[in-house]
């Protein structure tokens, strides 16, 4: 097992550790490792850190340790970990938080993960709302398989399911001001 210098990363990464605090609006002392987020998380099984163990990693300075890691690109925001959580951290947000730090430093560790996230969100920005077939077609693109499900996509269209043709909102001005406005917060929504 590696040895880690913890006074050191400390010193070394509290500014990271402070901008992620600010950005989440999560304090991450606020944390006593009850573990109730992790005993709570649908995903954990799948994660190379449980929810905990992340904001451990935070807490101790380990910031790098927790960009390269696999679990905030997993995590559903599904708000089970935050329900539970008798100190009310909003760990969605602060996974939501580690994710975009990881993303400006290129450290996409589940790059399928990123497409979908970005296909989707450009689907909503353009139209207001998800359009289906599209988002699959982007998605199966930009991941290298273009042709993953494409036997589902006839009975789905026969049956109405998918459009080729993307239905859009009333105003999607509005939403297209919405993703202005994050950009101009410093959103990372490009």
Not at 6 to 20: C, D, F, I, T, Y
Not at 140 to 158: H, I, R, T, V
């Amino acid at each position: 097992m590696e040895r880690v210098e913890l006074a050191g990363s400390l010193r070394r990464n509290q500014a990271l550790k402070s901008q992620v605090e600010a950005e989440s609006g999560v304090v991450l002392s606020d944390c006593y490792q009850c573990g109730k987020c992790s005993a709570g998380c649908p995903v954990a099984a799948w994660m190379d850190y449980t929810p905990r163990q992340v904001i451990r990693l935070l807490q101790l300075g380990l910031v790098e340790e927790a960009l390269k890691s696999h679990t905030p690109w997993l995590c559903a925001c599904c708000q089970a970990c935050y329900t539970r959580c008798p100190r009310e951290v909003n760990l969605p947000r602060l996974m939501e938080v580690v994710r975009q730090e990881a993303r400006r430093r290129g450290l996409i560790n589940e790059k399928k993960v990123d497409i979908f996230e970005r296909a989707f969100l450009g689907t909503v920005e353009r139209y207001g709302r998800a359009h289906e077939m599209g988002l699959i077609v982007q998605y199966n693109l930009q991941s290298g398989q273009p042709f993953k499900d494409a036997m589902l996509a006839p009975p789905l269209l026969l049956k109405g399911k998918i459009s080729p043709f993307p239905m859009k909102i009333k105003n999607v001005a509005g939403i297209k001001d919405i993703f202005t406005r994050v950009r101009a917060r410093g959103g990372d929504r490009s």
